[in-house]
């Protein structure tokens, strides 16, 4: 018996659909007895791995981690785990092990790592493991498993990325569907899916860059509406968010899907690039807004070209075609949801600046647009501004145990705290902004927004946001106490 095992995402255990687990799982179906197992939805995660190992007989424990609270959570249960049952083989993959593997080596409670997109790979590994052609491994180190022949003291490239479209679909039947439903701006019932596989472009401050190298593997239009249409069908959803990272790459497969679910009436959001939207036509806006488009994320990242530009942000990106897709969207009354990752070394206050100055813009172009502020947080990946983070003395943690200390939890979470480039003044300008900015400009995403809560902020706010005093704002700090307003949802992370 294998066990999927996914640490708590957030904080609040608040239940997302574990789409990385139900790719393992669909490989598996038919071949292996497995579980599921989410520690979102557990009162006492270990009790339950430790009954599933002893009552159920499991021998291999794979478990996804994300850095932040999930890597938190992994290494304490995965070191206990190997202490009480060392006979259960433990793999980890997901993004943190794919980028940050050189932290994972001298972890003796993990068995196996395995970098990128892995259920191929995975399958591979348990195959091995129950031929007994692959023994538990006897030193103290992990290997790296690219298939085959495991990677002993040596970097096993990320698997190649299995196409989405050839990849069986996801075993809904082994999770509990009903928990994951939540309302959002999009529906009052809505799921999650992920329909393709990567992203063609390099910015510099991306982790999927590490993952796929350029890669982008889409499922077809009618297989996603095949499989919207199932949500729809069976779960009664009423809303889909697409966490692909790049949804509207193909402008003819997304304009296909948009007609193949138009006759489902719900509606859906999706994360895009500015530049590939800014090409698409008219017709394209349209089909899109008619088939329930409601909200889209868009990287705009910055105010500023030449940041843009030191990101490596590439195609065509630039700060006119983010003016220009937001007057865009608001005529297809489709709301843009725009994330900018400030805080930019070398000179991370002008860059803060002009980033304000930009959203200022835009936002009296198109109030309803979303703003998301992300702090600048390096990932391993050659570039400019990687480069310029290890010049001011930036580096990552050498071990598992370093990465889990609080500082390091909060910079996974891009908080940052601790960035030689960064200074506590800067650090409250950035929040200081947002809380005004929040206030001024209540989100749309938050259903506890009534119109009186709403007059009230922008009431209270308007001096501060007009003369752009935003520093220390005592007094929206205590209404948030009250009123509690939050920043726009992100609709999944
Ligand atoms: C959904 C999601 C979440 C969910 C949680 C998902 C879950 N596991 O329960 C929520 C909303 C809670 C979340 C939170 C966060 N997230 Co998040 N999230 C995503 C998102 C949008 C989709 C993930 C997904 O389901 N993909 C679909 C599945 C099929 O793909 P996958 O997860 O990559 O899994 C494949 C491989 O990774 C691998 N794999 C994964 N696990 C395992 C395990 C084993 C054993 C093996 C062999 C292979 C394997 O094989 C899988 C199949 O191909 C991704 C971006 C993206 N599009 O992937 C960001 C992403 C993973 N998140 C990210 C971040 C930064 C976060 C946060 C830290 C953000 C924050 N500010 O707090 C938090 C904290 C996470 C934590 N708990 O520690 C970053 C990771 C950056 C990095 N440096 O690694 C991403 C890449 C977004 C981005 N573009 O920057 N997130
Ligand atoms: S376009 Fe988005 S997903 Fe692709 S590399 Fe850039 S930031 Fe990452």
């Known amino acids: 018996m294998i066990i999927l095992y996914n640490p708590p995402s957030s904080p609040a255990r608040k239940p997302v659909l574990p789409m990385s687990l139900l790719a393992l799982g669909a490989v598996l179906e038919g071949h292996y007895e497995y579980r599921i197992i989410d520690a979102n939805l557990e009162d006492n995660p270990l009790a339950t791995l430790l009954r599933a190992i002893d009552t159920d007989g499991a021998h291999i424990l ?38 940050h593997y050189e932290s994972c080596v001298n972890a003796v409670y993990i068995d196996y790592i395995i970098r990128g997109h892995g259920e191929l790979i995975f399958k591979n590994l348990v195959d091995q493991l129950h031929l007994n052609k692959e023994h538990p491994k006897t030193s ?37 569907m009903e928990r994951y439903i939540r309302p959002t701006f999009m529906g009052t019932r809505t799921l999650p899916h992920h329909s393709s596989y990567g992203c063609p472009f390099f910015c510099n401050f991306c982790a999927v860059v590490n993952m796929v190298h350029g890669k982008w593997l889409a499922q077809s239009a009618q297989h996603v509406a095949d499989v919207t249409e199932r949500l729809v069908r069976e779960w009664g959803v009423n809303a889909v968010d697409f966490y692909d990272n790049n949804f509207f790459t193909q402008e003819a497969r997304t304009v296909e899907f948009a007609e193949r679910i138009t006759p489902l009436h719900i509606g859906w959001w999706g994360e895009g690039r500015i530049d590939t939207l800014h090409h698409y036509s008219e017709k394209s806006w349209r089909t899109m807004r008619e088939s329930g488009l409601r909200m889209v994320f868009l990287g705009a990242e910055s105010g500023s070209n030449e940041t843009l530009q030191r990101m490596n942000k590439g195609g065509n990106a630039s700060i006119e075609k983010t003016i220009d897709i937001v007057g865009q969207m608001k005529e297809h009354h489709i709301v843009p949801e725009l994330s900018f990752v400030v805080g930019n070394p070398p000179d991370p206050e002008e860059d803060l600046n002009h980033t304000i100055a930009f959203i200022r813009r835009i936002k009296r172009l198109n109030p309803a647009t979303e703003i998301i502020l992300y702090m600048y947080t390096p990932v391993p990946l050659a570039g400019e501004l ?5 010049t001011q003395g930036f580096h990552f943690p050498q071990t598992l145990e370093e990465w889990i200390q609080p500082d390091w939890i909060e910079f996974s979470q891009r908080h940052s705290i601790n960035m030689p480039w960064l200074n506590d003044v800067l650090r409250r300008q950035i ?8 206030a ?14 709403k007059a009230t902020l922008r ?5 501060r946001y007009h003369l752009k005093l935003y520093s220390h704002p005592l007094e929206l700090r205590a209404l948030n106490r009250v009123l509690a307003y939050q920043r726009p949802e992100t609709s999944g992370f």
């Not at 999930?70 to 259960?88: D, E, T, Y």
């Not at 001024?440 to 809560?453: E, H, V």
């Not at 009431?459 to 001096?463: E, H, I, K, T």
């Open 62 to 99: 794979a478990v996804t981690v994300m850095p932040g609270p999930q890597l938190m959570h992994a290494v304490p249960l995965c070191r206990q785990i190997k202490m009480l049952r060392p006979q259960v083989v433990i793999i980890w993959g997901g993004y943190f092990p794919s980028q």
């Open 431 to 438: 929040s200081d902004f947002q809380r005004v900015l929040n």
């Open 140 to 176: 103290q180190k992990p290997r790296m498993w690219q298939g085959a022949q495991p990677y002993i003291n040596k970097v096993a490239a990320p698997a190649p990325i299995p196409h989405p479209d050839h990849l069986p679909d996801f075993p809904y039947h082994r999770v509990k």
């Open 459 to 463: 009431a209270l706010s308007a001096w």
């Open 386 to 390: 990687y480069e310029e983070a290890k």
């Open 440 to 453: 001024y400009y209540p989100t749309a995403t938050d259903p506890t927004m009534s119109a009186l809560k």
